[in-house]
């Protein structure tokens, strides 16, 4: 059985930081893109950041500069470090893990509250 699993959410003042990890368990085969979208209060679900199976990434510009995205691929596990957070951070975020012409999983979503 997939299981992919977000944890690293949290309360946090502006600017402090954050680490999100997203670990997968169950997927036989390679997986191509991983990434992480978060959803604010009241609005949509938005893309922030996404990593690839050789190695390159893609950061939104609401978070370019002060986030990075990785790859452990011996733990299974995905990092996206929020630094120099804002209010407007404030989210719950959704790790996904893509297999091409398979199937994408979905995480159940950590929340982050960023406080002014």
């Known amino acids: 059985q997939v299981q992919v699993v977000e944890s690293g959410g949290g309360w946090v003042q502006a600017g402090g930081s954050l680490r999100l990890s997203c670990t997968t368990s169950?997927?036989?085969?390679?997986?191509?893109?991983m990434g992480w979208y978060r959803q604010p209060p009241g609005k949509q679900r938005e893309l922030v950041a996404e990593i690839w199976r050789r190695g390159r990434t893609e950061l939104a510009d609401s978070v370019k500069g002060r986030s990075t995205i990785s790859m452990d691929s011996a733990k299974n596990t995905m990092y996206l470090q929020l630094n120099s957070l804002k209010p407007e951070d404030t989210a719950v975020y959704y790790c996904?893990?893509?297999?091409?012409?398979?199937?994408?999983?979905w995480g159940q979503g950590t929340e982050v509250t960023v406080s002014s």
């Open positions: 169950g997927i036989t085969s390679s997986v191509d893109e």
């Open positions: 996904y893990a893509t297999i091409y012409l398979q199937n994408t999983y």
